[in-house]
């Protein structure tokens, strides 16, 4: 017995002397900002924690003044909201975890355990309306105190905790038994078999679910070929657009102001059937008319094939005028 004593206070020793050498220089963070881990080599009678740590080259991040109202009995500390909170001020939600500098106070005792306050700041940008002392952030003072008697915080100022409930109907868990269920199955043997059946036909139901989303997903394994599947209706897609990109950039801009429907057999139908009936024989004769009127009375000799002013003007008008009956009769049959 003895033997096995000394080897295992030996083991033990040399476990110990290797996570010591491993983790000499190392310390968690979190531990050294809030002076929860006291080195080694640390004598009370040398000072403070505070003070052999800056000694070492070790200095707090948030500075001296983390230590500036000891002498009042606080300490600047970083603290995380421990659960979801809404600002009482400007209406913010500041999440669980979410961290602040909190100074840190006893304020009185629960039987032996201590009661803490903590004090902050809300960092929220807000209008100088809202704000509580007309700057840019919000700066509502919020003081959350521990609640040992409850094993809860207790708000005290400035916050308001936000409480979920959710249904396990509704995430389609199983339900747990509260406390007035337990009861009552304990006191009733029929309703304990009625919920213990209910139980067991969800979870048989629950399993034969599972098993077909594990077969349907075991159908769908073939990765390679569900890519390339997907890749070429793309592709098709991908051209059909580009064709028609390419259709619509050789039509050139469209002359309506609104767009048009694309072209059906219909419509190419309907636009055959149209016959507009245009009396040439009347346009010609008008046409006449308005160059005879327009051909000057008195004429005066001129050479042969050489044209005088005057008839260039009359066929001029005489055009003119042919268009413009063109353009009546247009409108009057069309």
Not at 184 to 193: G, I, L
Not at 291 to 319: M, N
Request: glycine share 6%.
């Amino acid at each position: 017995p003895h033997a096995l004593q000394r080897i295992a206070r030996w083991t033990l020793s040399s476990v110990f002397r290797r996570s010591d050498e491993m983790t000499k220089d190392i310390t968690l963070k979190a531990a050294c900002a809030d002076t929860f881990h006291y080195p080694q080599e640390w004598d009370p009678s040398r000072g403070t924690l505070d003070q052999f740590q800056r000694r070492k080259g070790f200095e707090h991040h948030l500075g001296k003044g983390r230590t500036k109202n000891l002498n009042k009995g606080v300490l600047l500390i970083r603290f995380e909201m421990p659960f979801k909170v809404q600002c009482l001020r400007c209406g913010m939600y500041i999440g669980q975890g979410t961290r602040y500098d909190a100074d840190k106070k006893k304020v009185g005792m629960y039987f032996s355990s201590p009661l803490y306050e903590f004090a902050m700041r809300c960092g929220n940008i807000t209008s100088p309306e809202i704000s509580a002392d007309g700057s840019a952030h919000c700066n509502q003072r919020f003081v959350i105190r521990t609640d040992p008697q409850n094993d809860d915080y207790a708000l005290a100022e400035g916050l308001r905790r936000k409480v979920e409930t959710w249904a396990s109907k509704d995430s389609e868990t199983i339900e747990l038994v509260d406390p007035e269920t337990r009861r009552q199955m304990n006191n009733d043997p029929m309703f304990k078999v009625e919920k213990t059946v209910r139980d067991k036909q969800k979870e048989r139901s629950d399993k034969e679910r599972l098993a077909d989303l594990q077969d349907l997903q075991a159908e769908r394994e073939d990765a390679y070929g569900l890519n390339c599947a997907l890749r070429k209706v793309h592709r098709v897609r991908r051209k059909e657009e580009q064709a028609r990109e390419e259709e619509e950039r050789r039509a050139g801009k469209p002359n309506f102001g609104l767009p048009l429907e694309p072209a059906s057999e219909e419509d190419r139908r309907e636009a055959k059937a149209i016959a507009y009936k245009t009396n040439h024989d009347r346009i010609e004769v008008a046409a006449r008319r308005s160059a005879a009127l327009a051909r000057p009375v008195f004429k005066r000799a001129s050479a042969p094939g050489a044209q005088t002013p005057g008839s260039a003007i009359a066929e001029l008008v005489a055009k003119r005028r042919r268009l413009e009956q063109h353009a009546r009769m247009a409108r009057a049959f069309g």
